[in-house]
């Protein structure tokens, strides 16, 4: 058996278990509770105001209210304007000192501070998460030192830069290369111009440097420094090609051309060597050396004034509306298209440069390059009548020609626009362009009739015929009748021939086609009067058939013969009246449709 504990021994024990260790957990409970409370008041205390010990910078704002802060950060805001941005060169230009500038009414400002942002970001400062492991922070931050800087900063680099270098203008100079001086083309006279270094002045740090200092409430002081740039082409590059300066001229310069994927319109701009002489400049590249390029601000200064009004079109998306068999409101999707400077600029420099190095290959014409943009709503989108592309485009000009016979044109255009001509279906140009009277809306002007020209009404509608007959062609459309005219007349001509054109006449000659495809085609006519242009476009669905024809082929000019005198009762007694000449052609051309099954047909 054990020994037995002492009674006192037994006592104190008791005394020990119960009394003390509950006395002790309650005075801890208390000790805890009560710092806890306190941490968490301390921390609720700054709620709305900064944490403490926070500096922006060097300047304590710690405890600052929203209030206090707003006011306090406008001041710096101040301060910092009126002290300016500080700017030191070298020896060769005082020091610059930029402050908000007065313009035409507006405040030109280089740098600004979103006081408001900046209120909220610094309140904010340290209070994410819970509100205990806030109140830790805040505890902390009583004891260490919490520094930050502004955030909200804008700084407007544009102008800063701009007026930097404005100031330095008359000191910040180019390199300038080597180069030939072009007196004259034919001969060709020349001197080699010499080259020279330059100084530029380096703005890379500006921004970074302002937002560092303001960030830090200190006023921006920054040295500009500068570096002289040698020139990339010097007298003796230039030395070594110049006797290949007659052949890179005597080629007459460079022709740009563009084709409307839309109107099948071709378009040509000539930049001659007596034009572009002027624009050489001598070219470094590394595999080959020295080379007379063209200078790319004077090519893309040409390209935006001659060339983009031709060729930049935008996007446009379909609209289409049916009201008694005729489509009342119709716009065809049409892709946009802008011009790629930059490649049509490499492009034709490169053209340039080849003429140094090469005697073969010379080009002399260069396509200039383009880009689609495909519209957000196209044409099959917007009907159900198989109306969902452009089938082809014909096109004609009529400058020159007299009122009237303008007025006979914009009347069947507005007739025929919009016209639908369904699956087997024979359009007639006569039929859909009639009555040719007063009330039909024509003016007499002249035609042929026969071997006269005398006026009638609706004269100039073989315009329509003509550009009708070439949208026909570009479609691949079978044409079931066609006359062309009996004298060259100047207003069909293609690239100065005549031969590609239809005559009308009410009721014959006609020209007629079908809608041989198994979807209606949709007739839209355009008339520019500012350009003196007609447009006819088909709309439809392709089969896959395409359709085009070639540039007429004179294969004799037929002059016109001796005077002739014709007696007629329609003149007074004793009266003479002169019709003039006309000259006549013997022309041939080639239309030709590509079918999706590999048979082709010409004509």
Not at 97 to 112: M, R, S
Not at 538 to 543: A, E, V
Request: glycine share 8%; hydrophobic share 35%.
């Amino acid at each position: 058996m054990g020994k037995k504990r002492p009674a006192f021994l037994k006592e104190k024990m008791k005394s020990f278990s119960w009394y003390r260790i509950w006395i002790l957990l309650i005075v801890l409970i208390v000790i805890v509770a009560g710092t806890a409370t306190g941490v968490l008041a301390y921390e609720r205390s700054y709620q709305d105001r900064v944490y403490p010990g926070v500096h922006l910078g060097n300047v304590p704002i710690g405890g600052l209210d929203e209030e206090g802060l707003r006011l306090f950060l406008f001041d710096i805001q101040d301060k910092l304007l009126n002290d300016g941005i500080r700017f030191t060169f070298d020896e060769e230009l005082d020091e610059l000192i930029l402050y908000p500038t007065a313009f035409d009414g507006d405040t030109i400002e280089f740098v600004e501070l979103d006081v408001e942002k900046e209120v909220d970001a610094l309140l904010h400062y340290g209070k994410r998460g819970n509100i205990f492991s806030r109140a830790i922070k805040t505890l902390k931050s009583r004891f260490a030192k919490g520094s930050v800087s502004l955030k909200h900063i804008t700084v407007y680099e544009d102008a800063i830069t701009d007026t930097l270098k404005d100031y330095v203008k008359d000191v910040d100079t180019k390199a300038t290369n080597a180069g030939v001086d072009i007196e004259s083309v034919d001969p060709l006279v020349y001197t080699i111009t010499s080259s020279t270094p330059g100084v530029e002045f380096k703005y890379d740090n500006i921004v970074d440097e302002i937002y560092r200092s303001w960030g830090e409430l200190q006023t921006p002081e920054i040295t500009i420094e500068k570096e002289v740039t040698e020139p990339e082409v010097l007298e003796s590059d230039v030395e070594k090609i110049a006797d290949r300066l007659g052949v890179v001229l005597e080629h007459n310069g460079i022709t740009l051309t563009y084709t409307d994927p839309h109107t099948k319109r071709d378009s040509a701009w000539s930049l001659p060597s007596n034009v572009i002489y002027d624009w050489l400049e001598v070219q470094k590249q590394e595999e080959n050396g020295a080379g007379f390029g063209i200078n790319k601000e004077e090519i893309i200064a040409y390209l935006e004034g001659e060339v983009e009004e031709i060729v930049n079109i935008e996007a446009k998306d379909a609209k289409f509306e049916v009201q008694d068999g005729k489509v009342t409101s119709f716009q065809g999707s049409r892709p946009g298209i802008q011009l790629k400077k930059e490649e049509t600029y490499d492009n034709i420099n490169n053209a340039m440069l080849q003429r140094t190095w090469h005697d073969e290959g010379i080009v002399t014409s260069i396509e200039v390059k383009t880009e689609v943009t495909e519209p957000q709503v196209k044409t099959g989108d917007v009907n159900d009548v198989g109306i969902t592309e452009v089938l082809g485009t014909g096109y004609s000009a009529f400058k020159g020609s007299p009122p009237n016979r303008i007025s006979n044109i914009r009347n069947a255009v507005i007739k025929l626009n919009g016209l639908l001509v369904e699956p087997g279906e024979e359009f007639s140009t006569v039929v859909s362009t009639k009555p040719f009277t007063i009330a039909g809306g024509y003016l007499p002007e002249k035609v042929i009739i026969g071997d006269k020209i005398e006026d009638a009404l609706g004269g100039g509608l073989c315009q329509i015929s003509t550009t009708i007959f070439r949208a026909v062609m570009n479609s691949g459309l079978e044409i079931t009748e066609r006359r062309n005219h009996r004298f060259a007349v100047h207003y069909y001509n293609i690239k100065g021939k005549p031969g590609v054109d239809a005559t009308i006449f009410d009721s014959h000659p006609d020209f007629r086609f079908v809608n041989d495809t198994n979807h209606a085609i949709l007739i839209q006519a355009e008339l520019n009067e500012y350009t003196e242009e007609l447009f006819f476009t088909f709309w439809g669905t392709s089969d896959g058939r395409k359709g085009s024809f070639t540039d007429p082929v004179v294969n004799r000019w037929i002059p016109h013969g001796p005077t002739q005198y014709v007696e007629t009762d329609e003149l007074p007694p004793g009266t003479t009246k002169c019709q003039g000449a006309y000259t006549g052609a013997d022309t041939s051309f080639v239309y030709s449709i590509e079918r999706p099954n590999g048979e082709d047909d010409e004509e």
